[in-house]
């Protein structure tokens, strides 16, 4: 049976350690600010911003929260993020994605100062991701580095599968895990929708990482005993119960626990760890905004 790597311990003990470098901002009269705004009815986008918003609030963090009409006009948006650009309390902008057709996502993206881009999805910061020299990694991708790092699964070395190409998840994860530097040195595949063979793929990998949004697309059949597994799927699929539906991973995982080495489930593994990344990434955009240096978790 495979090690489960629990993401909510590994989470709270990055948010314990951040509670101390926000006592040391707090010491020299900084307090860090990150504003969220959501331009969305969609549930699961709420619940994801309002566990946000609980996370600030239990470390020290500052919250800014803003609701925008997913039928307004774009410039609503703009018009608000323009604002926060210019407020020196936020040191943090967070505009939940996705958002409405009618809003040019890149223009969103564009639109925030990329110092208080905590996301680290500005052209800009994902540049210096790329080049090597992050400031900001993307939230959910330094994630699962902090993951594999906590579950001994140093991918130096290895070849690591990830599944989904998406700009905020497969993308950064795939650039994070080339870089020379620490958490990273793996030899990288990025597999798609257009992806031949997947499974020929996963079946060479020592690391699986599946963040393709199809419920349960990664079963034992894929896999190989050493292999461990990283699931960042969150996909709402119906069910009998009160409200509806219940959450799937992309990976099945009674199926693959039985074969892998390690393995995260859903939820209580991934998202935790996204979560305790943009405190990370906000702390960092205060000490940079105030000119304060401050150790952070794991640095
Ligand atoms: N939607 C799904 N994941 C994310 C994320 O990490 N950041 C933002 N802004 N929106 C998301």
Do not use: W
């Not at 990329?114 to 994902?126: A, I, R, S, T």
């Amino acid at each position: 049976m495979a090690h489960v790597i629990d993401g909510n311990e590994v989470g709270v003990r990055i948010q314990n350690e951040l509670s101390a470098s926000v006592e040391r901002l707090s010491d020299s009269g900084v307090t860090p600010g990150l504003a969220t705004v959501l331009m969305s009815d969609d549930g699961a986008s709420e619940t994801y911003v309002s566990m946000k918003q609980r996370a600030c609030e239990q470390i020290g963090i500052e919250g800014y929260h803003y609701e925008i009409g997913p039928d307004e006009p774009a410039d609503e948006l703009f018009d608000r993020i323009g604002e926060l650009n210019e407020d020196p309390s936020v040191h943090g902008i967070l505009v939940q994605m996705p958002v409405p057709d009618h809003v040019d996502e890149q223009r969103v993206l564009r639109r925030i100062d990329p110092l208080k881009d905590v996301d680290g999805f500005h052209p800009e910061n994902v540049g210096r991701l790329v080049a090597g020299d992050p400031r900001y990694k993307p939230c959910t991708p330094h994630g699962v580095q902090r993951l594999l790092a906590a579950a001994d699964a140093d991918p130096a070395g290895k070849d690591v599968v990830v599944v989904g190409r998406s700009n905020i998840v497969g993308k950064p994860l795939a650039n994070l895990l080339v870089q020379k530097a620490d958490g990273g040195n793996a030899t990288v595949t990025v597999c798609h929708s257009r992806t031949d063979d997947i499974a020929a793929k996963t079946l060479e990998a020592d690391i699986v990482v599946a963040a393709a949004g199809v419920p349960e697309l990664i079963d034992a059949e894929m896999i190989t005993d050493g292999t461990t597994v990283i699931d960042v799927g969150v996909n709402r699929v119906d069910a009998d119960n009160e409200k509806g539906y219940e959450l799937a991973g992309d990976v099945d995982f009674e199926d693959v626990e039985e074969k892998a080495e390690a393995i995260t489930p859903v939820p209580g593994g991934v998202g935790p760890m996204t979560i305790a990344m943009l405190l990370y990434n906000t702390v960092k955009a205060a000490s940079l905004q105030e000119g304060v240096a401050i150790e952070l978790p794991g640095q």
